[in-house]
């Protein structure tokens, strides 16, 4: 167990609806990050957050959006879903910011878009 | 463009069998590369890390690693598998800018005959 937690486990949708995706990081650590794994595009960065602010951004749709809540805790939320939004969403978390620092992973959430 | 390459997809090792999985990185500067562990229905594992300094590294797990500058690699081994090291592998190279984003590889998924 690596302390992040991720809810839901998963998640069934239908196409044109929204989502949010929520992740507490362990406690202490201040940056939070969500990638992106696929079949087509693997395992992809999406966005870093650290301490509420916006840190990094990726591969990271317009159609998606993320913020980091005073008590750390992030959401990403998914918007006007399309069928290769399917995926395994993962939060991770860190003590700090920048590279060096490792990253402890959440068992993520499985999104399915029908 | 920082990328990572994992060339073998998939790899079938006998228990007891000596490991290398192969990553090959492209980056302008000093990287920071990790190896990751994906189990089923599992968050990412970090096994080992490599910022500076001795260019073997040993991880978690009997797992060890090799950076090599010249041929801009960061192959995995391990000199005997075991049937539970069986999973997904992900190399990943960091430092990007001054955030704690990561770009991985496709992965090497592991599989060990009895």
């Known amino acids: 167990d690596s302390g992040v937690t991720q809810t839901p486990k998963h998640l069934i949708t239908a196409t044109g609806q929204r989502v949010t995706l929520r992740c507490s990081p362990r406690?202490?650590?201040?940056?939070v990050y969500w990638y992106q794994q696929s079949l087509d595009q693997g395992l992809q960065f999406l966005i870093q957050?650290?301490?509420?602010?916006?840190?990094a951004k990726g591969n990271i749709l317009e159609r998606f959006s993320a913020q980091q809540f005073p008590d750390l805790h992030s959401e990403l939320n998914l918007s006007s879903l399309e069928l290769g939004d399917s995926a395994l969403y993962f939060c991770?978390?860190?003590?700090?910011?920048?590279?060096?620092?490792?990253?402890?992973f959440g068992p993520g959430t499985r999104l399915t878009v029908t | 463009a920082q990328s990572v390459t994992q060339p073998d997809i998939h790899i079938t090792v006998s228990e007891g069998a000596s490991l290398e999985l192969r990553c090959n990185y492209s980056?302008?500067?000093?990287?920071?590369l990790f190896w990751y562990v994906q189990s089923p229905g599992q968050g990412l594992q970090l096994l080992l890390k490599?910022?500076?300094?001795?260019?073997l590294v040993q991880g978690i797990k009997g797992f060890e690693a090799e950076f090599k500058r010249s041929q801009s690699s960061f192959n995995l081994r391990k000199p005997s598998v075991h049937w539970s090291d069986a999973a997904e592998y992900f190399c990943?190279?960091?430092?990007?800018?001054?955030?704690?984003?990561?770009?991985f590889g496709q992965g090497t998924t592991l599989q060990v005959k009895p």
């Open positions: 957050y650290y301490n509420g602010e916006e840190r």
């Open positions: 990943a190279v960091g430092g990007v800018s001054n955030t704690g984003k990561l770009i």
């Open positions: 490599y910022f500076s300094g001795d260019t």
């Open positions: 991770a978390s860190s003590v700090w910011a920048e590279t060096g620092h490792e990253q402890y």
């Open positions: 980056y302008g500067a000093t990287p920071y």
């Open positions: 406690s202490g650590d201040l940056s």
